[in-house]
Nanobody
Framework: QVQLVESGGGLVQAGGSLRLSCTAS????????MGWFRQAPGEEREFVAS????????DYPDSVKGRFTISRDNTKNTLYLQMNNLKPEDTAVYYC???????????????????WGQGTQVTVSA
């Protein structure tokens, strides 16, 4: 399994931007489909973005499409989430996740991902 560590969370005003990073340890980061999820207090874990193993394909829900961008640098074993025009409803703990799948697919359900980071808090004030 791959070990994941998120960073880059914080407090930002509505309309602002943040970039989250997720650094993976272990070999063969390029084999993994990667995803970002978020979870607000009392809510279920929610899909935010997914990217295929070599970055060819991405997927987003409508709630973040056009505002968030997922990317990866396989030479640095790092996944990113650029978040622009943040809204108070984006407030949550953000998690990165990995699925061992070297295909060009993406995944949107938490149950598809076997490895998870510890999460990073993002708080957007009105």
């Amino acid at each position: 399994q791959v070990q994941l560590v998120e960073s880059g969370g914080g407090l930002v005003q509505a309309g602002g931007s943040l970039r989250l990073s997720c650094t993976a340890s272990g070999r063969a980061f390029f084999r993994y489909v990667m995803g970002w999820f978020r979870q607000a207090p009392g809510e279920e874990r929610e899909f935010v973005a997914s990217i295929s193993s070599i970055g060819r394909n991405t997927d987003y829900p409508d709630s973040v499409k056009g505002r968030f961008t997922i990317s990866r640098d396989n030479t640095k074993n790092t996944l990113y989430l650029q978040m622009n025009n943040l809204k108070p409803e984006d407030t949550a703990v953000y998690y990165c996740a990995a699925k061992d799948d070297i295909s060009s697919g993406t995944y949107t359900s938490p149950v598809d991902f076997a490895s998870w980071g510890q999460g990073t808090q993002v708080t957007v004030s009105a």
